[in-house]
């Protein structure tokens, strides 16, 4: 076969030009839209992670596996840790129709045997450690008895781990909301099921989760004050290991924070079909955190998934099944090292 090279027709030549100085220039974009965490003045001692549905599950999985990172955990229409074993089947009937309920007193002595072979943290760090457990009386994805189980399995650990006798444990579970995030005045009507999957309830569920992690809360500002940023979750793979999430995630940095005072951080994990593929900034601007992070002097960290169908994951959820791995649940696991990462990258001492 002859291969001759011969000159483009000046037309083509010129789209060609066009068409990479297109490309450089989305390059220089996506680079400008994707920029890295800020370092803020983290003091560790106020790090916590709250949660909605799968994000109240990996919650609790970042509390079990890190407790020595994520004191504090707030779940909000969640179940108890390894409730699902690692199968789907189990995930879909005890872990959320509650058929047959979880059993606490056996997922806690399961958890004391994976501390003492250091598959995930010290008990003993959750000593003095703060849980609150919202679940609302309406919630037909997650029964009421699979929420009542999460409380019981830290009453259980706490129980049977005298260094656990200060563990805190509330249940609020008598509050009339649907499978939601329950706000003020953001989202739909308190009763209905659905994308944004934030509630008008009357109830300021994310005041109620600062209050419960970090104290008698201050006055709140109207409107959030602070910054909203992205970041680009990429650049916190650890060992170049894909963790499933999107490209971009979000922080909220009170001005605060941005002018050098000691912040804490709260990691607030979006539930199922609730990442801004789906939702846009719903989350991340109304759920209610920021303007109460502004109050605390508290970033906020909004990390994003992604669906997939390779592994199965088609709404978006985060792993509290076992999509990611046998050891999605543990200190291994690909996406709560990754959390532990962009804790660090934002400025959380790393011993």
């Not at 059993?103 to 450690?129: F, N, Q, S, V, W």
């Not at 959030?224 to 290991?241: I, P, T, Y």
């Not at 593929?277 to 303007?291: C, S």
């Amino acid at each position: 076969m002859n291969l001759e090279i011969r000159p483009l027709p000046f037309r083509i030549a010129r789209a060609a030009l066009f068409f990479a100085a297109a490309l450089a220039a989305a390059s220089c974009a996506r680079q400008k839209e994707s920029p890295t965490l800020p370092t803020l003045k983290i003091d560790p001692a106020r790090v916590a992670v709250a949660g909605l549905s799968s994000g109240a599950y990996m919650a609790t999985q970042a509390q079990l596996a890190y407790p020595e990172v994520f004191h504090d955990a707030a779940m909000i229409s969640g179940g108890p840790y390894g409730c699902a074993q690692g199968k789907i089947e189990n995930a879909v009937s005890t872990c959320m129709k509650g058929e047959p309920a979880p059993d606490p007193a056996a997922l806690a002595a399961t958890a004391r045997e994976r501390a003492a072979k250091g598959e995930i943290g010290p008990l003993d760090k959750l000593a003095g450690a703060k849980v609150y457990i919202l679940h609302g009386r309406s919630d037909p994805v997650v029964a009421d008895k699979v929420a009542r189980a999460a409380a019981d399995f830290y009453a259980a650990l706490k129980a049977a781990e005298p260094a656990l006798a200060t563990l805190q444990i509330s249940f609020d579970g008598e509050r009339d909301f649907t499978h939601t995030m329950p706000t003020l005045d953001a989202g739909n009507p308190c009763d209905k099921l659905g994308p944004p999957f934030l509630g008008k309830c009357g109830f300021d569920a994310a005041g109620a989760v600062f209050a419960a992690l970090y104290g008698t809360p201050p006055r709140p500002a109207a409107t959030a004050a602070g910054e909203l940023r992205r970041f680009d979750q990429n650049a916190l793979r650890q060992e170049g290991k894909d963790a499933l999430l999107a490209d971009l995630g979000y922080v909220y940095v009170p001005k605060s924070c941005l002018d050098g005072h000691a912040c804490g951080v709260l990691v607030a994990l979006h539930g199922c079909q609730q990442n801004t593929d789906n939702v846009g900034e719903a989350f991340v601007r109304d759920a209610g955190f920021n303007r109460w992070a502004d109050a605390y002097d508290v970033a906020v960290l909004y990390p994003q998934t992604r669906a997939s169908f390779t592994p199965l994951n088609p709404k978006a959820c985060w792993d509290w099944f076992g999509y990611s791995g046998t050891n999605y649940d543990t200190r291994d696991a690909v996406q709560l090292r990754w959390l532990v990462h962009a804790l660090t990258a934002l400025g959380r001492p790393a011993h």
